[in-house]
């Protein structure tokens, strides 16, 4: 009887190790699965100021802090920088990439992403204040990747205000490129300084 029980208790701890075992090799493949599908993830390849080839169309946008968006404009890189002069017809922008998207979500020609802008206050024509805009939108997709263009033009003297902006796109909850720039206020130019002509007097 002795030995019986002895040899009924190596079987049960030989069985539990075994499961453990078994555990151990399903929890390292579901680990080699998770590793295996990417988290989306993007990255900025360009940014600055640049000059408009052609300024594009104007059109409302009631998403938007003013209210408006410049449709089509064709843009071209003239200076790498995340200064930015406080003067209007300024175009400061960037150029993105995203990748590793859902395969479900690579396979559409659309995707839908988030786009954020956050900017010091800025007074409004009605009154109001806007630090930004939060939106969603749809980009294109091209062998399941993104690359597209984002930025922002100072085409009102209200849109004029010094600090930092930030733009930031989101695909669901994932925050996957953010880009900063810090609008200043430029020194004037010799040309901008006027010369002061003193009163003359009236004199009899």
Known sequence: MKYLLLFLITVFVTGCDQGADSEATETAAANRAAIAVKAPRGHVFEHGIY???????????LTTNTGKVVRRPV????????????????YFAYRYRIVDLPKEEAKKPMVELRKVLVHPPMILPDGSTSTGWDRIFRNRTSAGQVIAFDGYV????????????????????????EQKFTVYQPEPSAGDVKAVVPTAKNTI
């Open 51 to 61: 000059s408009a080839q052609r300024k594009g169309r104007v059109l409302g946008n």
């Open 75 to 90: 843009l071209e890189i003239s200076e790498t920088t995340n200064r930015i002069p406080m003067v209007r017809d300024t």
């Open 154 to 177: 100072f085409s009102e003297d209200y849109e004029l205000v010094e600090g930092d902006w930030t733009f930031q796109i989101w695909f669901r909850d994932q925050m996957l490129v």
